[in-house]
């Protein structure tokens, strides 16, 4: 066995429409730039994402509750947040050929990368929010912007979590959620899109804590990436420099990925200070100051951000557990994706129509159990086994001949390809012994 070709974006992609993960959205008519469906693979991967982003906040032990904001959000929100003076890109075009580019992906020093002319207009400011209109009224009052970011949503509810539930800072509020950005240019599949999901963490601390706590959630995050099963040689963390730095924030670091195009920002983690709850106190004349009962003043509190788009994630992911082996003289393609993250644990696969049926009732007795399973009795073992490899299966269950004579089946392991038997009382515990 051994290693033929590295993963590549076209390989990716091709695997994800092949088996269902992921679909250009409306491709039936022309699809539309940077914008995707998810299949039923994806669907189930991207739950299981979700899971295990969710379960890594709560082994920390800290108080974190969650909300699910509205994706629309008043012109108000964005004027206080900054983003409708500052959530902007540099964007270029050339007057040749009439490509579009983001100026900082680019050298106008150069001749454009798509036709060799070097006539460029200049470089203007595009803010990268969708604006829409609510209602039938067309006056200022009705401008509304799908949000870029999850974040917003967690500061203007600020008050209204922690007067409704019974918490104390230091807490959190999480939110998986989608966000909006109209991206010069979308690229690189699942990596920069124009409708995304995010999962966004904001900690809201003490001011004199913060620091500590940035430090803190950096580890949190990073140990979250080894529990689902990434490389770690091929992630690092980036400290931003001053010059990079958001318009909110006082310090930055990255969690970037070594994709095939290079060290990208996979999550993003950040001291946001107390600028967010400042700007929404100052701009909607709301207090969002808390009362301390200890020192009997009230005080802004501080926050430090965990963002990571699932989306990212999932590219990640992908492209992580991605492998190609030569094996008998045939490429075998799997995704070693963790047993938490696959879409299906297990699948059955009884090797002939004429005795499925004892494998089909095991197979219904366990979903009935919500074991994310999957049952198939057509095509050749092989080829089912290779389907399996291909969306990260991590074990196949076969009922043969023998098996009503020894009470057993054998179990296929997709890492290594080796088979054991073992007895039918014992599938569900295996099952769960993989899960972990
Ligand atoms: N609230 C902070 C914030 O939104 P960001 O760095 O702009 O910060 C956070 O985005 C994360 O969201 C990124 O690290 C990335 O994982 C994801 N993300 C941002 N823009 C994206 C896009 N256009 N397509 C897919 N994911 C994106």
Redesign the pocket.
């Known amino acids: 066995m051994a290693t033929t070709s590295s993963v590549t974006l076209e390989k990716l992609t091709s695997l994800c429409k092949r088996r269902g993960f992921i679909y250009q959205t409306a491709d039936i008519y022309g699809g539309l730039n940077?914008v995707y469906d998810t299949g039923p693979l994806g669907t189930l991967l991207k739950r299981n994402i979700r899971k295990a982003w969710l379960k890594s906040l709560e082994k920390t032990g800290y108080d974190i509750l969650q909300i699910e904001g509205a994706l629309l959000t008043p012109e108000a929100v964005w004027e206080a947040s900054g983003h409708l003076a500052g959530f902007q890109d540099p964007m270029v075009d050339c007057t040749e050929c009439k490509h579009r580019y983001r100026a900082d992906d680019i050298d106008v020093e150069k001749a454009c990368p798509h036709c060799g002319n070097k006539a460029w207009t200049a470089i203007r400011q595009f803010n990268l929010m969708f604006k829409t209109q609510v209602g039938a009224a067309t006056d200022a009052s009705s401008v509304a912007y799908l949000r870029?970011?999850?974040?917003q949503s967690i500061f203007i509810n600020f008050k209204n979590v922690m007067s409704s539930n019974r918490v104390k800072i230091p807490f959190g509020i999480a939110q998986i959620g989608k966000?909006f950005?109209n991206?010069i240019t979308?690229k690189q599949f699942?990596?920069?899109?124009?409708e995304?999901e995010?999962m966004?963490m904001e900690w809201f601390c003490k001011g004199e804590n913060a620091e500590e706590y940035f430090k803190k959630w950096i580890e949190i995050r990073k140990n979250f990436y080894k529990e689902i099963g990434i490389n770690l040689d091929r992630i690092r963390i980036r400290p931003h420099d001053k010059d990079e730095l958001?318009h909110y924030s006082s310090a930055t670091s990255?969690v970037e990925y070594h994709f095939p195009f290079g060290w990208k920002?996979?999550?993003?983690i950040?001291n946001r200070g107390n600028f967010d709850l400042s700007r929404h106190t100052e701009y909607s004349g709301k207090d969002l100051a808390v009362y301390d009962d200890e020192t009997k003043s009230s005080y802004m509190p501080h926050v430090i951000?965990t963002?990571?788009?699932t989306?990212?994630?999932f590219l990640t992911i992908l492209f992580d557990s991605y492998s190609e082996e030569a094996v008998e003289g045939e490429t075998r393609v799997a995704l070693k994706l963790s047993p938490q993250l696959a879409p299906y644990i297990a699948e059955f696969m009884p090797p002939s129509k004429k005795i499925a049926e004892p494998m089909e009732k095991i197979y219904r007795d366990l979903k009935k159990k919500g074991y994310a399973i999957q049952f198939d009795v057509s095509g050749s073992i092989g080829k089912r086994y290779r389907r399996q490899d291909e969306i990260g299966t991590p074990l196949c269950f076969t009922y043969d001949f023998d098996s009503e004579q020894d009470s057993s089946v054998t179990v296929r392991n997709r890492d290594t390809m080796a088979q054991e038997r073992i007895a039918i009382d014992q599938i569900e515990t295996y099952i769960q012994n993989t899960l972990g």
Do not use: H, I, K, Y
């Not at 870029?148 to 974040?151: D, M, R, V």
């Open positions: 940077g870029p970011e999850t974040a966000a950005r991206e979308p699942l990596f920069r899109m124009r995304f995010q966004e958001s990255d920002e996979l999550e993003g950040a951000e963002s990571v788009g989306d990212r994630l």
